[in-house]
């Protein structure tokens, strides 16, 4: 049969691209005879371009080809025969990424919610909902929990994270309701809670919601309370404020037990809060034990430089206390032992083994 | 800037023969030279509708391609990862199109393009037609098409 350059192969030329689909992907395509699914590339002209599938991300890479791959189509010409259509050098590799949200929280600085603050809107700058999702290099199952993860309300469209301390009030004002009103904390009607934080405390109804829902799953109006993730907000929200002055372990776990409240103080647990605090024992007395705040979230997603800051921090680390300070830069602890064995230096003493900077940072 | 791909693998285009459509698509088919296909032409649409040469794939373990006195002998070949053909998608669809002197879809699409930009994936191919060999000169060449 004839091979022939289409008839519009000049004014054709360039406008097909190779894409190499993972089988996952592969896989969607495939099924979707009737029901589309969302693909998207996303980016700014300054990003490595992504592309996203309805719930995950992939970055682009393009691979160059010493050999050219010809696309032929079927020649609409009565004799048959099949047309060159474009010829390519190049097909682009998809490689699963991680969702690109840490972008987010240098956007919104300075858009955080507090209590009160409701005259402060008109002058403040937006960033809507919609903004940000198509600014965001993240599909958008990705994006949602991103924003569930980071505790940012979406008030009137627009993204406002909510503030550390007014978040642990209004969770510290839920729990006591759920006691007082005598509601199962398996099942408390959203609205009744909704209604009361609004009525006596002037808490607006959409940011109570969104509480609600980022801490269990409503169903059919019915609040399933997540005890680990309020008890730790919770926690955190304590803990917070020792950052530069320690609090003695004791009286932070005595604290911390009456702010949740009876019902819930068996869930209370130092390990709820790990990855978030540094534990300080002072001259072998187990009583002088304190605790300062220091979030993993607040280090370098750069791996050397988070190394060399944890180094700073302290000059040696047990391995199960440094772990909880990785767990956010690696995928899972396969990867994490990777990055141990390329930044820090094993030692073996007769307390077990410790890791040290492999450079020294210091000097 | 959000480009939008949508999938599109069952149109209406005239189907490749039977021989071709073995190959798991019948619309599209995905060639693959060592080298590429270089014409001397003043303008590049002088080549537009030329014959190249002629392929020959009815004995699926040896697919030929005849170009002038060169015969090149190939074989079809199973792609590592499914590749899907992306086309992009033009204001008024199709050929017909008027082309935009100035338009040179390499490289970053220019803002002002943006509105119709987009990409259909119009195939997922798995196997191809490779010619990796050298060519060998034909030189009874007999004039029968």
């Not at chain 1, 809507?128 to 980071?150: H, I, M, P, V, W």
């Not at chain 2, 791909?5 to 030279?33: F, H, M, Q, W, Y």
Request: proline letters at 6%.
């Amino acid at each position: 049969m004839d091979l022939k350059f289409s008839p519009s192969s000049s004014q054709e030329a360039g406008s097909f691209r190779l894409l190499e689909l993972p089988p996952e992907l592969c896989k969607l395509i495939e099924s979707s005879v009737d029901n589309t699914p969302y693909l998207s590339i996303k980016g700014h002209a300054s990003e490595d371009a992504v592309l996203c599938t309805a719930d995950k991300t992939y970055s682009l890479r393009s691979v160059v080809l010493s050999n050219t791959v010809i696309v032929a189509t079927a020649s609409k010409d009565a004799g048959g025969g099949v047309d060159i259509r474009d010829q390519l050098h190049e097909i682009i590799e998809l490689v699963p990424a991680v969702p690109k949200l840490h972008k987010l929280t240098g956007l919104l600085r300075g858009l955080e919610y507090d209590e009160g603050d409701e005259d402060r809107v008109l002058q403040m700058s937006h960033y809507s909902y919609e903004q940000a999702r198509n600014e965001t290099q993240a599909s958008e199952a990705e994006f949602n929990q991103g924003l569930k993860d980071r505790r940012i309300l979406v008030l009137d469209g627009q993204l406002r994270p909510i503030t550390p301390a007014h978040l642990s009030t209004i969770l510290e004002l839920l729990l006591n309701y759920l006691v007082s009103l005598g509601l199962s904390h398996q099942a408390a009607p959203v609205e009744e809670l909704v209604s009361t934080l609004a009525d006596e405390h002037e808490i607006p109804r959409q940011v109570t919601e969104q509480v609600v829902a980022w801490f269990g799953d409503v169903n059919e109006g019915l609040w399933s309370m997540d005890a680990n993730a309020v008890t730790t907000e919770i926690g955190l929200g304590i803990l917070r404020h020792h950052k530069h002055e320690p609090i003695s372990n004791a009286v932070f776990m005595a604290r911390w037990k009456k702010t949740v409240g009876d019902s819930f103080e068996a869930v209370v647990q130092l390990s709820l809060l790990s990855g978030n605090y540094l534990r300080n024992t002072s001259l072998a007395s187990d009583f002088d034990e304190t605790l300062t705040y220091f979030p993993s979230s607040g280090l370098p997603i750069e791996p050397a430089a988070r190394f060399a800051e944890l180094f700073l921090t302290r000059p040696r680390w047990k391995s199960e206390e440094i772990e909880p300070f990785l767990s956010d830069i690696a995928i899972n602890s396969k990867e994490r032992d990777k990055l141990l064995l390329k930044y820090a230096r094993a030692l073996t003493g007769p307390e077990g083994v410790w890791y040290t900077a492999r450079v020294s940072f210091n000097n | 800037m959000i480009v939008p791909i949508s999938v599109s693998t069952k149109n209406d285009n005239p189907t490749l023969p039977p021989s071709l459509a073995r190959l798991g698509n019948d619309e599209l088919c995905l060639i693959e030279l060592q080298g590429s296909l270089d014409v001397e032409c003043n303008e590049s649409c002088d080549r537009d509708g030329r014959l190249v040469g002629k392929l020959n794939v009815d004995n699926p373990d040896k697919p030929t391609l005849l170009i002038g006195h060169h015969l090149l002998e190939g074989k079809i070949a199973n792609l590592p990862k499914p590749l899907g053909v992306l086309q992009r998608n033009t204001g008024s669809q199709d050929s017909e199109v008027v082309p935009d002197a100035q338009e040179k879809p390499r490289g970053e699409p220019r803002a002002d393009l943006n509105v119709s930009t987009g990409w259909t994936i119009k195939a997922v191919v798995k196997k191809k037609i490779v010619f990796s060999k050298r060519p060998m000169p034909i030189t009874n060449l007999n004039r029968k098409p």
